[in-house]
């Protein structure tokens, strides 16, 4: 081929191209704010935060910056705007109850501190989306007003030593007889003898959490491989309730359920290769009606790509 033919062939492919996209912009999904109905109730300085880190896409107040405009940009703009608004929208937050949007305040700030939020790619573009420590420290406070001290009655602190005794006793006779999860996944009464590897306290609930491995999990653990845990890796988190005493010390109180996270990258596939489920009081019900409650697993662990998308990080690996 001649070269000037060369240099026509390549001036028509741009030409194409530049008409393709031109074309592509009338291509637009909608992205509307619909009215704001029941937006967060919060101190001023807590609303600035929220407004200026979160509000873009986790409200009906979105407002889009110039480089977001054009396709192909929009396109996933408004995907990823649809999917945050689903999880989480400020302005209809007055309308969920009170241990609800503790909850979401509680995951909003773990997931700041934790580096998942704003997503690295957003912050990167938007700037002023990024929290500051002394940020953070002010959605804290915020959070800890939300949860008033509560001091333990003498009948809560026996019906919990009570129930502790009872499942002592009966050598956690419950656990041979459970069915299981919507999603398939079988429970795991062996959690019981796995090791600790780390804890955790929800203030949004009044619950500690212990988290526990198996031996696969806990071989990761010591040799750092955790990023990504290997399959067969199987996560256990016990809950009970918080009890605060007279003197202000905390101990379990009433148990509140088991929740398991089982690595298998291709049997679990759609759910961000974990297998998720629950089971809750002691007579270990499992939790959802039926297989997609695993999408609320996955709404809230998808964020955390960084760490494979476990919250709480094992005390070893991070000594």
Not at 9 to 33: E, G, K, S, T
């Amino acid at each position: 081929m001649e070269p000037g033919s060369r240099i026509k062939l390549f001036w028509r492919a741009v030409l194409l191209l530049a008409i393709a996209i031109c074309c592509a912009q009338f291509i637009r999904p909608a992205l509307p704010n619909p009215p704001v109905t029941a937006d967060l109730q919060a101190p001023d300085d807590v609303k600035f935060v929220l407004k200026t880190s979160c509000y873009n896409c986790h409200s009906n107040e979105t407002k889009l910056s110039w480089f977001d405009r054009p396709v192909p940009a929009i396109w996933l703009v408004s995907r990823d705007v649809k999917s945050a608004r689903a999880r989480l929208n400020f302005s209809d937050f007055a309308k969920l109850p009170p241990g609800q949007q503790k909850g979401f305040v509680f995951e909003a700030i773990s997931q700041i501190e934790l580096g998942a939020m704003p997503p690295t790619q957003y912050e990167r573009l938007h700037h002023e989306s990024a929290v500051t420590p002394e940020q953070l420290a002010t959605l804290k406070k915020y959070a800890l007003s939300l949860v008033p001290d509560k001091t333990a009655t003498a009948e809560e602190v026996k019906a919990a030593d009570d129930e502790y005794a009872h499942w002592i006793a009966s050598g956690n006779a419950a656990a041979t007889k459970v069915s299981p999860a919507p999603n398939g996944m079988a429970f795991l009464p062996d959690y019981e003898n796995w090791r600790a590897i780390s804890s955790t306290q929800r203030g949004d609930n009044y619950t500690l959490r212990q988290i526990l491995g198996n031996d696969i999990a806990i071989k990761a653990v010591a040799e750092n491989h955790i990023n990504p845990w290997p399959d067969g890796a199987a996560l256990a988190k016990v809950a009970w309730l918080e009890q605060t005493d007279e003197k202000g010390m905390a101990k379990i109180g009433k148990f509140v359920q088991v929740e398991f996270m089982v690595r298998d990258r291709q049997k679990y596939a759609t759910t961000l290769g974990w297998g998720f489920a629950r089971w809750r009081g002691t007579d270990l019900k499992p939790y959802g009606k039926d297989a997609n409650f695993a999408g609320e697993c996955v709404g809230c662990h998808r964020p955390l790509v960084n760490s494979n998308y476990v919250f709480t990080q094992p005390l070893g690996a991070q000594r």
